[in-house]
């Protein structure tokens, strides 16, 4: 069974996917944690964000892996634990210029693919249910206001000692919502089969449980 969830940025996709997973004992996969790794080998390297030529080189070169752990899923690069690297406001705020890139998008969803063949998945993205996985048996769109979304980042950087103003976390988001949506090479969309789930108002726990409940329908 495949369950695609897509959706903006800070909806809480991947802290639904991975319960969800968890509970079926599903994999689970991030694909925003590849898009992010991409943009930070780029980093490394000093090779422009928008330098298409080499940034394939450097794909070429490199080895993108998941490994799953006990307190979760780790991504490594080479062989280098960047789980956490993938996660600063650089990367963030320029990831959205890697993914965009056609040939980038075109090499990691064939990994992605790859990865969902013959398992049970729970996948998390922007474009999983349109172009990653067409055929999962569950789409979930998962969305919420723009203010609800920049809170939750808020509350999460201060849990983490970062103290980044609420104003730019919400136009941080919706800065990247808007090249998410409008790049030319399958944008952010709700996949005309996907169910929208309005998490704005919704806690953790009821967002998994009404999840759960679309999942059993599909059984
Ligand atoms: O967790 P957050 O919403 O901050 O983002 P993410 O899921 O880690 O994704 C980071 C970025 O990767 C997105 O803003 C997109 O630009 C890109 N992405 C994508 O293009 N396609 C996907 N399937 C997943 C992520
Ligand atoms: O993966 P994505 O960027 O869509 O979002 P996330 O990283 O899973 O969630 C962003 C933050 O919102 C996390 O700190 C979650 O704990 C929180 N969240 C929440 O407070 N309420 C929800 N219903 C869903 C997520």
């Known amino acids: 069974m495949q369950i695609a969830i897509d959706g903006p940025a800070s909806a809480g996709k991947s802290t639904i996917a991975k319960l ?36 394939l080189k450097l794909m070429s070169e490199h080895k ?3 490994l799953n752990k006990e307190d979760g899923q ?7 634990d960047v789980s956490d690297a993938i996660r600063t406001e650089e ?12 040939e980038v998008r ?12 013959d398992i049970d ?4 993205g ?39 103003p609420l104003k730019e976390l919400q136009d941080e988001i919706a800065a990247r ?7 030319e090479i399958s944008p952010l969309k709700k996949a005309s089969d996907a169910i929208e789930v309005d998490t704005s108002d919704m806690t953790i726990e009821q967002v998994v449980e009404r999840v759960t409940e679309i999942v059993n329908e599909h059984k």
């Open 126 to 164: 922007r474009d999983i249910g349109t172009t990653v996985l067409p055929h999962a048996e569950v789409k979930i769109f998962l969305i919420a206001s723009v203010e609800v979304r920049a809170q939750r980042r808020f509350k999460e950087n201060i849990e983490r000692g970062i103290d980044t």
């Open 20 to 55: 969800i997973a968890k509970n079926l004992n599903f994999v689970y996969c991030d694909t925003g944690a590849m898009y992010r790794t991409v943009t930070l080998l780029a980093k490394k390297h000093n090779v422009g964000y928008g330098d298409t030529l080499n940034i």
């Open 121 to 124: 998945i729970v996948m998390d």
């Open 91 to 102: 990367i963030t705020n320029n990831v959205s210029q890697v993914s965009a890139i056609k």
């Open 106 to 117: 075109t090499e990691l969803v064939e990994m992605q693919r790859d990865l969902a063949n």
């Open 74 to 80: 780790h991504v490594l690069l080479d062989d280098e």
């Open 177 to 183: 919502d808007y090249k998410d949506s409008h790049r």
């Open 64 to 66: 993108i892996h998941f």
